[in-house]
Each structure stands twice: as structure tokens, then as C-alpha cells.
């Protein structure tokens, strides 16, 4: 089992920066595309960056230009750094993974429990 779990979330002025970051765990796995992700009370889940095992990124046009994401394959952790944060941005941000164990090619992927971003006004 690999497990993802979230941490840097909280409550921030607008205007402000947050990190957040996402630390994987387990036996014999290897990361392959990861992505941060939100989902706001009522809305649905959206994508907002992803990152691939090489570091090719992609971002939402609502936050390009202001959040970066990052990957330490050393640590098997990503990173999402917010700037210029506004209040539209607050929900809960989840990453994602997807990986495979060992020498199999099964593609299989996992959630984190998510960390809460509030941006006041």
C-alpha cells in the first residue's frame, strides 16, 4: 500500500502564500504522474497542477502563473507553492499518484486525505 499524506494547508490572507507538500510511503513503489488537486464546498473536484516522473508540469488556467508545483523524487514528495492566493482558491487540496510496485507494469494510483486552504478576504 503507498499512502500520500498532505500537510502546509491553513488559513491565509489573501494576497498571501502558502506551501503545501506531499509525502509518499510504502514498499518497493515507483511515483509515476502526481497532481495536486481541490475541491470546494459544492463544486467538484478539479485538477490544478500535475507533475510527471520527469518534472513536465501543467497547470490550471485559474492558477498559472501564481502556484508552482515541484517534485523531490529523493524524498517521494511534491510541493505546491501558492502566491498571490485569493479567496475563490479556498477547499480542501488533495494529491494524487500514480504508481506502480516493484518490477510490475499494473498501473495503480492513491489519494491523501487532503489539507484545508482558507483564504480570508
Known amino acids: 500500500q503507498v499512502h500520500l499524506v498532505e500537510s502546509g494547508g491553513g488559513l491565509v490572507q489573501a494576497g498571501g502564500s502558502l506551501r503545501l507538500s506531499c509525502a509518499a510511503s510504502?514498499?518497493?513503489?515507483?511515483?509515476?504522474?502526481m497532481s495536486w488537486n481541490r475541491q470546494a464546498p459544492g463544486k467538484q473536484r478539479e485538477i490544478v497542477a500535475v507533475?510527471?516522473?520527469?518534472?513536465?508540469?501543467n497547470y490550471a488556467d485559474s492558477v498559472r502563473g501564481r502556484f508552482t508545483i515541484s517534485r523531490d523524487n529523493a524524498k517521494n514528495t511534491i510541493y505546491l507553492g501558492m502566491n498571490n492566493l485569493k479567496p475563490e482558491d479556498s477547499a480542501v487540496y488533495s494529491c494524487?499518484?500514480?504508481?506502480?510496485?516493484?518490477?510490475?507494469?499494473?498501473?495503480?494510483?492513491?489519494w491523501g486525505q487532503g489539507t484545508q486552504v482558507t483564504v480570508s478576504t
Open positions: 494524487y499518484a500514480a504508481f506502480q510496485y516493484g518490477d510490475s507494469r499494473l498501473l495503480r494510483d492513491t
Open positions: 510504502g514498499n518497493s513503489f515507483r511515483l509515476l504522474n
Open positions: 507533475i510527471s516522473n520527469g518534472g513536465v508540469t
